[in-house]
């Protein structure tokens, strides 16, 4: 495990919760005293402020980097060197050139890689995804993410150098990779529209930005980035298709809600902004969050030797969009999305699927009545002429 | 009362309920039969088909549209003409420059005029924007407002002529004015951008659409709306501020839940999709929907010599920026909202608002740590430098 | 307006709003203050403490009782003297005793009597009935109604002789009337068991009760009352019928949810408790909780010559059910409900609708499997065994 | 593992998901072929449909039970015979006596005992419990389970002798467990009063009950369990306390909304009764439902010799309490739960807990009027006279 901080406990909780096989066995931390502390608490026998020696090891297996964005390229160096499997926390790099010269390296290395975007392994995105991918949707229109919080918790988040972006990096690459799953992963990004700002933090980067990815195929997705946000950690997906809708809240409304007049002053949980009045907690946040699902199939792909769902390559198309997205804050237009690597679809074009109502006319809407006679709006394809038709 | 369709029939629904001093004593309609069955169910002593003719009567006090969006300008100035008091449906034209000719007209003619944008006279909507006003939710930084149904019931929305647009002018025209209405009527709109497609209908207008529309104040507005959702009529508007949130859902979830295997087949409710498993209805929809309180506003200002909360300027203002929004969904980027006729402020530049944690560094974020220590993240005024600060 | 406190102000609220023709022309009150505040407030022109005097005016076409219970029969008996219309408040009287001779004598004295049970009028509750009317929920076997609180508005509700009891009188007789009318107001309550107790404040009146009635035909009513909750107002009711259910949030849960950190501190509505964190207010509070359906239903049936929906024979009807919950909370078991006078079908018997599958057979379930297959649970006629058929 | 059928299904799923280190050795059930299905879907080595032999086998640590409830004392004292450790699904027992001599036997045999009732394992159900024990509700007041859906999916649940019952111990075994739970193990049940009909199923046992439990310090449980319900499974808590309120929603409502025309028609969730239209699916079953944290704590108490949260004891606690519900519904009065074996607190006198406003009044209620004013109402500790006072 490389890195002991907010990020890394949640993942140690996770990796070690339940009754699981699998062990932390050494700890990297910038920090000795953190080292330490986390060391003491997960029962790590190795522990040391020496990257390398963190990772070359004969008894670690894989390494999880859950560093700094701008740490993330030497660790996985490393990796590479040492010849060790390695899973990184996200965003994979600070922009898409970072993210493509470790997808390079660890592919030239032979080494496994995984990449950890956890909002793709919550139980139920998986099971929304199940959904879609059978069809219960139809043809996907829109998917939307919205991640918006009031921060985040660590000081390097905040430090434009560190993170090498905003909340669009921060959060903006769980959005884009959930709703390039809903679209469909062999479905090229063509191009981004991003509005960003810096409304209210005293920071370089920006604390709030809206986007929208164009797909080849004519869906759209949206992203709902923040900062700035109150009242909790607001963590909502919405798809739509031809037939059908999903509604996923993920964090502020689970079905746990509970009103205490404040004698009590514990943690209810991650982000949450009080602890008095109505408040909202998740039950299982390890769970709900994907992590379970996510070391799941990583650990359990690398003893398969197959691909988990989510690799180094998705971490690099998920820069090389928000790339994309901070082009387009900066010149006011959309811009296009460069991926000098893709393995998906190309060359498709927008669907049009028009219904046939007869050979005649195009069905445009059929609707049920108030008094129950079914209401018919129909075009004549020659003329064009849009009209209704009632049949009782 | 002019137009006996949908709209019209559920604004006579309003007029007339509840136990009101109002009487509908004119009804025109293009078609002789609709106006005859207008008036049967609504006991309206005039019936024609010569618009003229219904509004030139001298027991007419005020003169109702509810017709197409084309013939919106006709009736107006046939108002104009007779000295009638008039209340047009929305949107109040096809385009800025047909609203512009109605403001101008009406405010030449010196006739009292209301723009009928129901949504921002819905309870909610009421009960939310007192709250914005007493700064329950601080500086506003964004506004949103959802739209989205699976199309409207009368051919002419369908014709891109009768109708001046798509989902944008019909339902874009709410959101607009409800976003707006939050970040104050009075802010300047500047620009919008906005993406716009047919993904599905066999129309020549869009059938889905997101647009942002950036006020002088740096605040932003965000419209979704859409002919292609299923499910229902999703009516939902979230506004966030540096100091709260507020999220209100006025159709599809409002505390009224029913599970039916299906034996019954009744009307549940506008736009809603089935009949059978879980539905979700509304109790009472021209309250929920605004129309109550919007009628009582306009006629008690009518009464009291006064200008009700929305006028034909209002209506204006939101054609000039949907002109805006069908500009960029072209152009591919921001394109300026262009205002003739402004009468609010002018010249405001973007809020700042750093928070003085002391005398050398800004507060970026405070916040409670699970084992209860204050934890805060400092930026250190002259270097620039971000860092941690543990308070136990 | 007999009565100037809480109540009489929501009443005068709903009674003069929207575009009504109807007017408060005099009212009384116990107190000359508060009655002549209750006068500038609303523009009524006769104030007085003299009850009598309120009532016997030329002008006044019906007297509504806004009153602490101990004082209903007081005015309805002058009501009856001054052959005036009465409405009154709810609970109808402090027991069946005050009921029946209430309405005894408003038919002997040949007046029009209104109950004015609101929460049958809520907007939510009119359509749910309706369903419920026409069979969307098959045979109702379950009605609950719920309503807590954290104990009302003014001192008179906390004594048990104005009162006649705690919250079983003071919130029961709104439960007990909504569950009835969703069994069916024509059949007969036969017995009640209820648990109460004091478990929090310190008065001689039950604070937090719960109670079930049975009904002729077997369908079970269950009513939980509380001046103890936290959190506000909880106002619920369900109902299971064999083929469906129906859930309503009358006041807490109804699509209106606000986030602020507190630096407004404005009211946000009846029985709420915080007004920082997660608040739920409620949009227009009068047309939610029923009022403005019920004056109309009132005046409507005046005008007509008909019956208002809610008479005093409803009235009585609670307050006997509500004598028999106070008499099982003591005695500790199932106790009758003694009704003197009733109104309604006798004599039914408990439905049995045992659903045939074929000759032999009676269907106990039928479900799909998740591998798609029919699976049925059936009952063989003649030997009663029960076993598992699957059909593919 | 002892049974293959729903239940056995969903444990093996627990059991073997995620990254477990345990394993399933050895199969039985009653159905070759079914036992067969079993193993070859979970790897299990050993097949019989011998009781005894599949769990005599050197490799069984433990015995897991997910057979019919008449056959739970049969295969505990087969554990006991051979020394091995054995968990039970729920209700231990048909009754309190068949449940007390399993108790007796496994603790005279020396065996580790666990009693598998998740729901007291649900990550929600374990946050709101902590919340409760850290005081975030004060004094709890009331505590409410409601389990209802469309039947069970077995023939065995149907018939009364196999089941010992209908839904009060199916469901109602659940129910008990967690209010007793909420309110404190260690507190006595007192005295059940409880209402069960056969209202719609042609069965000999109830298909619809709802019982209160009374507890030693005045505490009120509340379970309402049916097989009749329609739209799914319906799963909630609500927990009352002096200080605050818990509602939980397991099951129908968990943040995941899903609207389908039905081109898809695949397996939603346990117990969901449709798959088009608005459906609620729930993200992860098996971990939302409790059984993942119900195994870990079983097997690490296992490992460590501690007692797991849940043994025999109280199982043998929730079948007296049932038992005494069962005599209730027939005497139609509170009957006392009868306990040969209890283990925790006695002598409890109910809490009273006057709120002191100063030397001479009680507390009885302050509020916030709308115009900002603080409003009390006070109680003469003498005179016992209640009246409001107001503080500006």
């Known amino acids: 495990m490389l890195g002991s901080g907010f990020i890394g406990r949640f993942y140690a909780d996770s990796l070690q919760g339940y009754r699981s096989k699998d062990k932390i066995v050494s700890i990297y931390s910038r920090k000795q005293e953190s080292a330490k502390k986390f060391a003491d608490d997960y029962t790590v026998a190795f522990v040391t402020t020496d990257m390398e020696a963190a990772i070359n090891r004969p008894e670690v297996e894989v390494v999880c980097i859950s560093l700094p964005n701008n740490l993330h390229e030497e660790a996985v160096m490393l990796c590479c060197k040492h010849n060790k499997a390695v899973i990184s926390t996200k965003p994979l790099g600070r922009n898409a050139s970072e ?44 998917a939307k993410s919205r991640e918006t919080h009031p921060g985040p918790h660590s000081d390097w988040f905040w430090d434009i150098e560190q993170a090498g972006g905003g909340c669009i990096l921060d959060l903006g690459c769980h959005c884009v990779e959930i709703t390039r799953s809903y679209i469909g992963k062999d479905i090229k990004p063509i191009e981004v529209m991003c509005w960003a700002d810096t409304q209210v933090k005293p920071i370089d980067a920006e604390d709030h930005a809206i986007g929208l990815i164009k797909y ?43 009103f205490t007049t404040g004698k009590s002053a514990n943690y209810v949980a991650e982000k949450a902004e009080s602890n008095t009045g109505w408040v909202f907690p998740v039950g299982d946040e390890l769970n709900e969050l994907g992590y379970n699902h996510m070391f799941m199939d990583m650990f359990n792909a690398m003893e398969n030797g197959t691909q988990p769902k989510e690799t180094f390559y998705d971490g690099y198309i998920v820069n090389a969009v928000l790339d994309a997205a901070y082009a387009s804050a900066k010149s006011k237009q959309w811009e296009p999305v460069k991926l000098d690597v893709w393995r998906g679809k190309t060359g498709l074009s927008q669907d049009q699927h028009l219904t046939d109502y007869d050979a005649d006319h195009y069905l445009v809407k059929e609707e049920m009545t108030h008094y129950g006679a079914k209401k018919l709006i129909l075009k004549n394809k020659k003329t064009g002429k849009i009209f209704e038709k009632e049949i009782k």
């Not at 390079?104 to 139980?123: H, M, R, S």
Request: net charge negative; glycine share 12%.
């Open 99 to 142: 993210a493509k010269r470790m997808l390079e390296a660890v592919e030239k290395a032979g080494i496994f890689n995984g990449y950890l975007e956890d909002l793709v392994y919550t139980p139920k995105f998986i099971k929304a995804h199940e959904s879609v991918k059978n069809g219960a949707l139809g043809r996907i229109l829109w």
């Open 216 to 258: 080849e195929n004519g869906s759209i997705a949206q992203f709902e980035v923040s900062w700035t946000f109150r009242g909790g950690l607001d963590l909502r997906d919405e798809v739509m298709g031809t037939e059908g809708t999903i509604w996923v809240n993920s964090f502020l409304r689970t079905g746990f809600e509970m």
